[in-house]
């Protein structure tokens, strides 16, 4: 039976492509003058011209050098589903000019985005300022109606994965790293996505449950302080009993066992005094949890007072569990100085593992939260910590550094002729013309350059000396020889045409590339302070033709 397809080549027999994870991202999601635009191309006979769009942004975020790319899968879901609905129409109707003729309702009606071409780096690479993202081709006013989904999908996509990809760096390899942002995230699909893309950037799970179910992500948690809290005593604790690992006996009683550690620790020769009394209620709901959860027990150890009480309790209940053959987890901290607390709490379970011979208990799992960012990891490192593992929301899934990271959708073809957007800003001018991407390779492995071409100038080849031009400054320009060349746009919606489509990659070999290309690159253009600028330059050819293209539509001014 063949398999049902949508969108272009449809001769061809390919599978299904799912919609937007949000159903809300629909042609309307998009600015109002979008389709004035559409209206006012179609009402003048130019809607069918063909056009190319660049896909790009200007400055690297977080006052860093190097960006990840990421939302590509979601704008070709967005794209091979584009088709306006009956009431969509309606609503279109109500809301443009009442000059808008029906003929263009009707047009709309026929739109799908079978006659358009595009072509990106892959999701997950590495990618820097003014090279083009995507490359859109295709009628003019249905990829103008693209514009605004497709930005939107790749802003803040491409932010959040490269913040994560930052607080990666800074945490290092071997640290868990937790995203822990849906609850300040900004609305559900900001958690949502959030969650995707932060997994993509190299962290290790999340504690949205939904994004779990959703892309297959880990999931992590553990309880709050409100659990703590609601506990009074250990005589809320009813049933008391708790099945060996192996289910070959029970333990009738497990709150004494516990206590019963809570007084060897209490009266051991090296934790004599670090403790008195702990609190009751802690040790009641720690017992409680453990009950319920002896195969991952994780305690929050802040509630009340971290080594004078949540230590010892935590302790008292892990070392109950391991009796019955279990392996509990480790503890969260949540508040004070982390550094200090990992750093007893580590030395308070290595004391355990010593007095009591109990076998790996003084590598017990540390997690820290608490809104950390970039600059509280930096500040970790630099004071010595024992913390493995990080819990992070807030300045993780806003983007609490920077906003926005400023992507732009700019005509740079149309019907063959090349097209240039101009600005007193010079970072503002565009880069005309359909263009072909590479990056270029040194001796050691790393990226040297990256650099444009016109379409139909020859490829970069290994070993072969090419000159490369910074856009606009002319003095810039250096001759590259490079042992390796990659292409950087790849088809992924051929339209009309026979181009093979690239398939959309599982998240996780999305998020495999993306560290693979991040540990591809040279250290200097990774670190927070001061990083070295990676060069984006366009081929001797390129340079010209933009420097005569801007003489030619520069306007001359006259001196009177």
């Known amino acids: 039976m063949e398999a049902k397809v949508n969108g272009p080549n449809k001769q061809h027999s390919r599978p299904v492509i799912d919609g937007p994870t949000n159903p809300i991202v629909t042609p309307l999601l998009t600015d109002l ?13 130019k809607h069918q011209e063909r056009a190319v769009f660049d896909l790009y942004f200007r400055k690297n975020p977080f006052g860093g050098e190097y960006t990840v790319f990421a939302g590509l899968e979601e704008c070709i879901k967005f794209i091979a589903n584009f088709k306006f609905t009956e009431d969509e129409i309606n609503f279109l ?13 009707d047009y709309l009606r026929g739109i799908d985005c079978s006659d358009v071409e595009v072509y990106a ?13 995507l490359r859109v081709e295709g009628p003019i006013a249905v990829v103008q109606l693209l514009e605004t989904p497709f930005v939107n999908l790749i802003n803040y996509a491409s932010l959040v994965t490269t913040n994560a990809a930052r607080h990666r760096f800074v945490a290092g390899k071997s640290k868990l790293l937790l995203e822990f942002g849906l609850r300040r995230a900004q609305g559900p699909d900001g958690g949502v996505s959030a969650s995707k893309y932060c997994y993509m950037g190299g ?5 949205n449950v939904l994004a779990g179910k ?7 948690g553990t309880h709050s302080h409100a659990f703590v809290s609601s506990y009074m005593s250990l005589d809320e604790i009813i049933d008391k009993s708790l099945r060996r690992k192996d289910g070959s006996s029970k333990c009738e009683d497990f709150v004494s066992l516990v206590q019963t550690w809570l007084g060897k620790i209490q009266w051991s020769n090296s934790l004599r005094d670090v403790f008195g009394e702990t609190n009751q209620s802690e040790l009641a709901a720690f017992i409680s949890y453990a009950l319920a959860c002896p195969d991952n027990f994780l305690a929050l150890v802040d509630t009340y007072d971290v080594m004078r009480s949540g230590i010892p309790n935590f302790c008292a209940v892990a070392l109950a569990l391991h009796d019955l053959g279990y392996k509990p987890y480790g503890i969260r901290l949540d508040s004070g100085d982390l550094a200090y607390l990992s750093c007893e709490a580590r030395k308070f379970f290595r004391s355990i593992e010593k007095e009591f ?7 017990m799992s540390i997690t820290a939260s608490n809104d950390l960012n970039e600059e509280t990891l930096d500040a970790l490192n630099k004071q010595g910590h024992e913390v493995d593992a990080y819990g992070i929301g807030t300045y993780l899934v806003t983007c609490y550094a920077q906003a926005a990271l400023g992507v732009v959708f700019k005509l740079v073809e149309i ?18 013309c359909k263009k072909r991407c590479y990056r270029l390779y040194g001796k050691e492995g790393y990226p040297l350059v990256d650099i444009m071409t016109g379409e139909n100038e020859p490829s970069p080849k290994v070993g072969e000396r090419i000159l490369c031009r910074h856009p606009f400054q002319e003095s810039k320009r250096a001759y590259v020889v490079p042992q390796r060349v990659e292409e950087l746009l790849r088809c992924y919606w051929p339209g009309s045409s026979d181009k093979k489509r690239e398939t959309l990659p599982p998240l996780k070999d999305i998020r495999e590339r993306c560290i693979k290309q991040l540990e591809q690159m040279r250290p200097d253009h990774m670190r927070r302070l001061n990083p070295t600028p990676y060069k984006v330059s366009v081929s001797a050819k390129l340079y010209d033709f933009i420097h005569f293209l801007w003489l030619n539509e520069a306007p001359v001014g006259e001196l009177q």
Do not use: H
């Open 357 to 363: 011979g109990v076998p790996d208990f003084g590598k």
């Open 93 to 105: 109707r109500q809301t443009l000019s009442a000059s808008c003729e029906d003929g263009f309702y």
């Open 121 to 133: 780096i892959p999701e997950g690479s590495v990618v820097f300022p003014k090279i083009p993202l």
């Open 33 to 45: 003058y979008q389709f004035t635009m559409a209206y006012a191309y179609w009402k003048a006979g």
């Open 214 to 220: 959703i892309f297959g992500i880990p999931l992590r």
């Open 415 to 432: 019907n063959n002729q090349p097209r240039i957007k101009l600005s007193e800003d010079v970072s503002k001018v565009s880069i005309p």
């Open 203 to 207: 962290f290790d799970a999340t504690s």
